[in-house]
């Protein structure tokens, strides 16, 4: 499995972006996708993920911000982020987890997301 991530950039706080992470190879073999992402000086938190069945799991600070969402058709995974705010800047990567016994975990190039205040 590849992932190509993009829609990163600079916004202003309380502006919006979409970010994309499209999947390629053995994509019928995902269980799960979505973002992480890491700050500077910060560990990598778990942001948003989506299971192929469209269900839907946040963290709590993105929680009424943030909207996941998948195409199946298209192999790809969006996060729409709204009311963003200057704590949001991070490198943001998408993942996907194949679960063919073991869970094997895959990762996407980050895409930088800078929020200013």
């Known amino acids: 499995v590849q992932l190509q991530a993009s829609g990163g950039g600079l916004v202003q706080a309380g502006g919006s972006l979409r970010l994309s992470c499209a999947a390629s190879?053995?994509?019928?073999?995902?269980?799960?996708s979505g973002w992480y992402r890491q700050a500077p000086g910060k560990q990598r938190e778990f942001v948003a993920g989506?299971?192929?069945?469209?269900?839907?799991t946040y963290t709590d600070s993105v929680k009424g911000r943030f909207t996941i969402s998948r195409d199946n058709a298209k192999n790809t995974v969006y996060l729409q982020m709204n009311g963003l705010k200057p704590e949001d800047t991070a490198v943001y990567y998408c993942?996907?987890?194949?679960?063919?016994?073991?869970?094997?975990?895959?990762w996407g190039q980050g895409t930088l997301v800078t929020v200013s205040s």
């Open positions: 993942f996907a987890f194949v679960v063919i016994g073991a869970i094997q975990d895959y």
């Open positions: 190879g053995s994509t019928s073999s995902i269980n799960t």
């Open positions: 989506i299971t192929t069945g469209g269900t839907p």
